[in-house]
């Protein structure tokens, strides 16, 4: 069993950065893919990032050139950094892991085999 647990979210302004984060815990494998995805009312879980053990890192085409995840698997802790955030971005953001050995990420959330409980973003106009 693993346990995930965000953190990093707030409320932020049109333009600004907040940097959300991810700790694992629990019994982990070598072998693990991260994902980010966000959840706003009335919508559907979407996929934001992410980022295999070891491979590519993959964007959702909404977030390309402003968002960046990384991970520290030393750490057992993966973040994500958001830049120029706009206002139809406030969600619940919630970090997600998948076992796998696929040097290649995952972007649909039935993919995933653990959800964190999420971390609110709210970015005012």
């Known amino acids: 069993q693993v346990q995930l647990v965000e953190s990093g979210g707030g409320l932020v302004q049109a333009g600004g950065s907040l940097r959300l984060s991810c700790v694992a815990s629990?019994?982990?494998?070598?072998?693990?893919?991260m994902g980010w995805f966000r959840q706003a009312p009335g919508k559907d879980r979407e996929f934001v990032a992410t980022i295999p053990w070891s491979g590519i890192i993959y964007y959702a085409d909404s977030v390309k050139g402003r968002f960046t995840v990384s991970r520290d698997n030393a750490k057992n802790t993966v973040y994500l950094r958001m830049n120029s955030l706009k206002p139809e971005e406030t969600a619940v953001y919630y970090c997600a892991a998948k076992i796998s050995r696929s040097r290649v990420g995952a972007t649909r959330s039935d993919e995933y085999d653990y959800w964190g409980q999420g971390t609110q973003v709210t970015v005012s106009s």
């Open positions: 629990g019994r982990l494998f070598s072998s693990i893919t």
